[in-house]
C-alpha cells in the first residue's frame, strides 16, 4: 500500500496570499496525484486529477505541480471559501490513498 | 447532476454487521463505478471498496474478508456490509461515484455521509 503524507499539517494564511501545500508518496505514482477539498460536515470535492488537471468548476487560482513522489497544491490567493481541510490521494495502485491532510485556516 | 444518499443505522453493536445503502438519483449507474469511502471523527479518508454497474468488486486488502459491495440497479442503489465490527470502524462512511478517465481517479460525486458508531 502507497502512505501518502502531506505537509504541514496546518497553514495559516491571510486572506489573499499564497498557500502552498506539499504531497510525498512513499513510492513514484508517475502523475496520478488528485487533490480534493473539504470544508466542516461536508463531503470532499475532487479539485485536481492528474497532478494538473482542475476538475469542472474549479477556479484557476488551483494549481497543482509535481510527480513522481513530490507534489504539490499551491492556491494563488486565497478567498474566504478556500479555508477548509485538502487531501491529496494517489491512483497509481490500488488501493486508493489519501495522505492525512493539511488544514488551511485564517491567519 | 447525479445525487447519492446513504441510509442505515447509526448505532451498530460489537462483532455485528454494519449495512448501508446509497441511493443514487439524478443519472444512471450504468457504465460507473461506485464506491464506498470512510472517514474516522477528525481523522482521514480510507477507500474501501468498489462495484461496477455489472457487479465486478474490488475491496481494499486491509477490509477484504469483512466487506460486501453489491449492487441493484433497478433501484439505483448499492450497499455496503462490513461484518465483526470493532469501535475501529466507527466513521463518516460515504458512497460515492467514482470518476474514471481510462483507471480509476478518485470520486467526483459524493453523499452527505453518514456517521456509524459501533458501541455497546
Known amino acids: 500500500e502507497i502512505m501518502m503524507t502531506q505537509s504541514p499539517a496546518t497553514l495559516s494564511v491571510s486572506p489573499g496570499e499564497r498557500a502552498t501545500l506539499s504531497c510525498r508518496a512513499s513510492q513514484s505514482v508517475s502523475s496520478n496525484l488528485a487533490w480534493y477539498q473539504q470544508k466542516p460536515g461536508q463531503a470532499p470535492t475532487l479539485l485536481i486529477y492528474g497532478t494538473y488537471t482542475r476538475s469542472t468548476g474549479i477556479p484557476a487560482r488551483f494549481s497543482g505541480g509535481g510527480s513522481g513522489t513530490e507534489f504539490t497544491l499551491t492556491i494563488s490567493s486565497l478567498q474566504s471559501e478556500d479555508f477548509a481541510v485538502y487531501y491529496c490521494?494517489?491512483?497509481?495502485?490500488?488501493?486508493?490513498?489519501f495522505g492525512g491532510g493539511t488544514k488551511v485556516e485564517i491567519k | 447532476q447525479v445525487q447519492l444518499q446513504e441510509s442505515g443505522p447509526g448505532l451498530v453493536k460489537p462483532s455485528e454487521t454494519l449495512s448501508l445503502t446509497c441511493s443514487v438519483s439524478?443519472?444512471?449507474?450504468?457504465?460507473?463505478?461506485w464506491s464506498w469511502i470512510r472517514q474516522p471523527p477528525g481523522k482521514g479518508l480510507e477507500w474501501m471498496g468498489y462495484?461496477?454497474?455489472?457487479?465486478?468488486?474490488n475491496y481494499s486488502p486491509s477490509l477484504k474478508s469483512r466487506v460486501t459491495i453489491s449492487v441493484d440497479t433497478s433501484k439505483n442503489q448499492f450497499s455496503l456490509k462490513l461484518n465483526s465490527v470493532t469501535a475501529a470502524d466507527t466513521a463518516v462512511y460515504y458512497c460515492?461515484?467514482?470518476?474514471?478517465?481510462?483507471?480509476?481517479?478518485?470520486?467526483?460525486?459524493w453523499g452527505r455521509g453518514t456517521l456509524v458508531t459501533v458501541s455497546s
Open positions: 460515492a461515484r467514482v470518476f474514471f478517465r481510462g483507471a480509476i481517479v478518485g470520486a467526483d460525486s
Open positions: 439524478g443519472g444512471s449507474m450504468t457504465y460507473y463505478y
Open positions: 490521494q494517489q491512483y497509481n495502485n490500488w488501493p486508493l490513498t
Open positions: 462495484i461496477y454497474h455489472s457487479g465486478s468488486t
